[in-house]
């Protein structure tokens, strides 16, 4: 680099900081959220027999059970082997098709890896399984020419091909959409330096294809982390899984509310902190006055009748999300003899819902916290109610 | 405000509103309308798809009892007991039909079955069966069913399958969601006991892959993916009478094969029960026990109904059972003891 100047002009660069910063955060409260999990699994192993025994084995008894416990194992690796593939392939690809420019037939490559993305999962693992599986037309040509495929028999390696059929598009487009942000001058300026392919990457791809990155690596990682219908078809057993799978076959065997409760807190609680984290990680964005888009917002009101009104939609609707879990919360249905019928539940299903309902204003501020939009509601009625609005919460690029 | 609207858009709208309330007036007395009392029977899918036997049931049935017979079709019969579980007292069924024996035991600690009150017709099982709650309709026994074209020589005993060489590849359901996994986890513990998850820990290699359902493994074997596939002895009977061809078998196993026998229960709260009992009585006549054999491809449970070209099949000289309530109780246990060797 010549006076080791930058290449990209600073305000672009402080432009960027912002869903850098968000992306970094989101990516490293999933790792610490994931780590937590496991963390507390292991440590619950571990200290079952000592001073928190009472407390470890009920822990152990009422969320996490062993099959809980290896479908999250399970889950995490091929998650995270899925999301690397997928990620590295998908950006190579987008840098590929950038390096490359124009040619006969690019907008019909870009259409065709939307296509792959709205087949339906269960006809791609079919689509699968007839190019790559053990009978697959891949594998009888490769025993035509002597060769034997390391993958191809169900289990991990299958499910991942499936992962990177649906997810390398997904990431390819976003590191695309990331590299076509770098301007003309920057190219020209590059080929008038005359740099070299690897230090065009370092300095001017890399700082936007990280950014790329770590919002499709967020991204993909859930997708993959929360898979069933791929994983159930390709996974070739038990041994693959993920906690969606494993909830499935446990309801579906004697219909065992208690595993599939097992699995699904684990479940819950990683997916659902790491959306709330997402949300009040997007906070920040709220303090952001104006902007280009700011015209494009709704009127909002401000004082009075009208917000506390929003305020109470709001909490009708927590309310009514909250019911459901109360609806079908094991501990009612999951006793034998007893079923979750609607006749048996009605007292309390017309009881509960007001109870929220009075309940939840008066602790608002508590809930705010949770609700980011309600919380800026109230906060800073001027400045930020299309804060979360933003599909950038999921992809800062 | 009606009024002022159709005036304002003329006849076009009048129409369209009139519409609207005729079509809400023949929602609202659609029920009130029907006349023949109703019977809802709770099976499995292929037991009314158009080649099973539902449609047969229901044309035969309708025409002696005078009423309106309604299958509704539910994935599997694991899928029925589960439904059945959700909806509790409240269901709208009067009969279940698909549970099989292994079942049979968790569907009375539901509490929602009642008495059937029935002499039981069922002379051609291949042991006791009776059960105060639940009749037999039909019965087969599981089996590992391969190609002659593909496979010249298979295993002639669960243990040659167990020491078959690795590049013999099976294909098997999952007991947590299939019945024939569920049948093949009770055959192999019936046959090692304690050393089922040695076994297991064996056959490991050969199986390609474990599906949620029978028909998923099965269309896998059809289609080459495995040289066997767990299903049914009866199975090869479909391809010959049904598809003309003779190269499908069954392997007959030496240490005997595990049975299935499947039944049908009247709920406590049936609305029609009159009308289940009488479904169930004509089960067990031979109108009913004559469809079944070529459209669910399985025994008959009545000497005077078993059908031709059955002959050449499979008919094991020993069979396996474990009392329902031993399974009830032990199939927490065994399925954890699959899924560790399985990992």
Not at chain 1, 101 to 128: C, D, K
Not at chain 1, 174 to 201: C, K, N, T
Not at chain 2, 21 to 30: D, N, Q, R, V
Not at chain 2, 85 to 94: K, L, Y
Request: one cysteine or more; glycine letters at 8%; hydrophobic letters at 50%.
């Amino acid at each position: 680099m010549a006076g080791g100047q930058p290449l990209i002009p600073p305000p672009l660069r402080a432009a960027r900081l912002r869903p850098l910063r968000l992306g970094l955060g989101l990516g490293g409260l999933l790792l610490g959220l994931a780590g937590l999990c496991i963390g507390v699994l292991f440590w619950q192993g571990s200290h079952a027999a000592g001073s928190l025994a009472g407390l470890g084995a009920r822990l152990e008894a009422g969320m996490f059970g062993s099959e809980a416990r290896y479908a999250l194992r399970s889950a995490l690796l091929q998650a995270s082997l899925s999301t690397l593939l997928s990620v590295s392939l998908g950006l190579w690809l987008a840098r590929a098709l950038v390096r490359r420019g124009a040619f006969w037939g690019r907008g019909l490559l870009l259409s065709l890896s939307w296509l792959a993305m709205v087949v339906p999962t269960s006809v791609a693992a079919l689509a699968i399984l007839s190019v790559w599986g053990p009978a697959g037309s891949v594998r009888a040509l490769a025993e035509q020419i002597g060769l034997s495929l390391p993958f191809g028999q169900f289990g991990l390696a299958l499910v991942l091909l499936a992962h990177c059929f649906f997810n390398v598009p997904l990431a390819m487009r976003l590191g695309l959409s990331a590299l076509s942000s770098l301007p003309d001058r920057q190219w020209q300026l590059a080929a008038s330096l005359g740099l070299r392919a690897r230090d065009i990457f370092f300095q001017m791809e890399w700082p936007v294809l990280r950014l790329a990155a770590i919002a499709s690596a967020s991204l993909i990682f859930l997708l993959c982390f929360t898979s069933f219908a791929l994983v159930l078809m390709l996974g070739g057993g038990p041994r693959v899984t993920t906690l969606e799978v494993a909830i499935y076959t446990a309801l579906r065997f004697d219909f065992d509310f208690a595993a599939g409760r097992r699995a699904g807190s684990v479940a819950a609680a990683g997916l659902w902190r790491a959306a709330l984290a997402a949300l009040v990680s997007a906070r920040p964005r709220c303090s952001i006055r104006g902007g280009r888009f700011a015209w494009l917002a709704a009127p909002r009101p401000r004082h009075g009748w009208p917000v506390l009104a929003i305020g109470w939609q709001l909490d009708c609707w927590v309310c009514w999300l909250l019911c459901r879990f109360y609806r079908c919360w094991p501990d009612r249905i999951g006793r034998p003899g007893q079923s979750c019928s609607p006749a048996r539940s009605s007292g309390r299903r017309f009881l509960i819902p007001p109870w929220f309902a009075c309940h939840l204003p008066l602790s608002r501020w508590g809930w705010g916290l949770f609700l980011p939009r309600l919380w800026c509601a109230h906060a800073r009625p001027a400045s930020c109610w299309q804060a979360s609005s933003s599909p950038s919460v999921f992809l800062p690029a | 405000m009606l009024k002022k609207l159709s005036f304002s858009n003329g006849a076009p709208a009048r129409l369209f509103y009139s519409l609207i309330l005729a079509l809400l007036a023949l929602t609202l007395s659609g029920p009130v309308q029907a006349e023949k009392p109703v019977l809802t029977i709770y099976t499995y899918e292929s037991f009314v798809s158009e080649w099973g036997p539902g449609p047969k049931v229901e044309a035969a049935f309708e025409a002696e009892c005078g009423c309106d017979l309604q299958f509704v079709a539910l994935d599997s019969s694991l899928g029925i007991l589960g439904r059945i579980r959700i909806e509790g007292a409240s269901s709208p069924a009067d009969l279940v039909l698909g549970l099989d024996t292994n079942v049979t035991e968790i569907a009375r600690q539901t509490g929602l079955f009642a008495p059937h009150q029935l002499v039981s017709q069922a002379d051609a099982l291949p042991g006791q069966f009776s059960d105060p709650d639940f009749l037999a309709f039909d019965w087969g026994v599981f089996a590992f069913v391969y190609d002659r074209d593909r496979l010249a020589s298979p295993p002639d005993s669960m243990e040659a399958l167990r020491r078959a060489p690795d590049s013999l590849k099976i294909v098997i359901q999952d007991p947590r969601t299939a019945t024939p996994g569920l049948g093949l986890l009770l055959w192999a513990k019936s046959i090692y006991g304690e050393e089922a998850e040695d076994f297991w820990r064996d056959l490991q290699p050969k199986i390609v892959t474990v599906t949620k359902g029978w028909w998923d493994a099965y269309s896998l074997f059809l289609e080459g993916n495995a040289d066997m596939v767990l299903s049914y002895a009866t199975s090869p009977a479909y391809h010959s009478i049904a598809e003309g061809k003779d190269n499908y078998a069954a392997a007959e196993f030496a240490e005997g094969h595990y049975l299935q026998i499947e039944v049908a229960g009247m709920l406590k709260n049936a609305p029609q029960p009159d009308l289940a009992r009488a479904f169930l009585s004509f089960m067990q006549g031979p109108v009913f026990q004559q469809i079944i054999p070529t459209t669910n491809w399985m025994y008959p449970v009545r000497r005077d109904s078993q059908p031709a070209g059955f002959d050449g099949l499979v008919m094991p000289q020993k069979t396996w059972l474990f009392p329902a309530e031993k399974v009830a109780a032990e199939q927490k246990g065994w399925i954890a003891e699959w899924l560790a060797a399985s990992r």
